[in-house]
């Protein structure tokens, strides 16, 4: 029996081509790392609005398309982003949400379990904290549910709970080779670690030589299609959380953002930063945490990369804390532009493992299916796929 809830592979590379030609466009904001944003000055390259304009756009106008801005460009002459209501409107329509390529949850259930009660599935919620006792109460129910449609008593079914990069990758293609799978129900997460076959990075060359995490179906590698790691870490970034109060630790990034201009101004010529930018080490750790002001986040910071900071007094820090604090709210609104670019990457991410399923020729059906709660459980898709 062949599930009524399929989505055919022409629909699927449909919205792939399309959430591709949307990208080439956006995702220049994307792909900005915020460690460079003010060295880079990359508020000034990108956009033409004050700060306080996109914020206040974007946080009363997030959680449904809007029709304001049909019509206007997006971009000014020089590519510098001046309607936030156009840039709202576009991102949304080119989310997974809206794409018309998800499967609902509860029709899918309804097809397969038909009217069987939930009460009969283990209650998890007296020794596991909410977020895991949602995803593992949801996901159980559909295990079982495809276990059921499958028959399977024997044989076995692939099953990935927040599979971290390329893990997500390997769990489909597991299920393709091994004929004793059945069916598959992956949840991916962290798609910063995936390995990339078209990134123009050496290092990503030398560390993976394949088979690559992204992208998967013959669909998207015949394009050459490339995403970059700053998006791919875009992609995780929890939408629904933060336009719902709870924002990202702005604070923590505007400390490295801020670190880096003292990084450049004052060890610039030095061999530990060409060393530095050379091998892309610029990750200070947990530092912010464990730090008690802007000085000492600083000077922990600087003794980590290996940097001498004797020559950094405590007011030449305290300096620069003060000459950008003042803009800050362009690192923050910028994220928000990020952010509302996350669900667009994360579906042509989605959207390619699923492609890669429906090109295979012994998958019977597959699907993109929301399992969880988004403000309980950002990464909250699984991909399905039963064999023939």
């Known amino acids: 029996m062949l599930l009524a809830s399929d989505v055919g592979l022409d629909l699927v590379k449909s919205k792939i081509k399309c959430l591709t030609e949307f990208l080439d466009i956006y995702l220049r904001i994307a792909n900005v790392h915020t460690v460079d944003f003010y060295t880079k000055d990359v508020w000034n390259e990108f956009v033409a609005v004050p700060p306080e304009t996109v914020i206040s756009r974007l946080r009363c106008q997030q959680g449904g398309s809007t029709t304001e801005g049909i019509g206007v460009s997006v971009w000014d002459q020089s590519q510098k982003l001046r309607d936030v209501a156009a840039y709202m409107r576009v991102t949304q329509d080119h989310s997974l949400p809206n794409l018309g390529v998800c499967t609902l949850l509860d029709d899918l259930l309804q097809e397969v379990w038909g009217d069987k009660q939930k009460d009969m599935f283990l209650k998890t919620s007296t020794f596991m904290n909410t977020k895991k006792s949602h995803e593992v109460e949801v996901m159980s129910e559909v295990i ?105 630790p702005s604070e923590s990034l505007f400390y490295r953002a801020v670190l880096q201009v003292i990084i450049k101004e004052n060890f610039g010529n030095g061999k530990t930063y060409n060393r530095l930018q050379r091998t892309n080490s610029k990750h200070v750790g947990k530092v912010y945490s464990k730090s008690s002001s802007f000085v000492d986040y600083t000077r922990k910071s600087v003794e980590k990369l290996g940097m001498d900071g004797s020559k950094l007094s405590d007011s030449l820090i305290q300096g620069y804390y003060d000459r950008y604090m003042p803009r800050m709210k362009e690192l923050e609104a910028f994220n928000l532009l990020k952010v509302a670019l996350a669900p667009c990457i994360e579906g042509l991410i989605l959207l390619d493992r699923l492609c890669y399923l429906k090109e295979q020729d012994n998958v019977a059906w597959s699907a993109l299916v929301q399992l969880f709660d988004p403000l309980k459980s950002p990464r909250c898709y699984a991909v399905i796929g039963v064999k023939k």
């Open 144 to 248: 079982a549910c495809f276990a059921k449609y499958c028959n399977i008593k024997q044989d076995s079914m692939m099953v990935g709970l927040h599979t971290c990069g390329d893990l997500a990758s390997n769990t489909l293609r597991i299920f393709i080779t091994k004929p004793e799978l059945k069916a598959v129900c992956s949840v991916g997460c962290c798609y910063h670690l995936l390995s990339e076959e078209f990134e123009l990075s050496d290092d990503s060359k030398e560390c993976c030589q394949g088979p690559w995490g992204f992208p998967m179906s013959q669909f998207l590698r015949g394009s050459v299609w490339r995403c970059g790691r700053n998006a791919r870490m875009s992609a995780c970034l929890p939408l629904e959380r933060v336009t719902t109060g709870h924002g990202l």
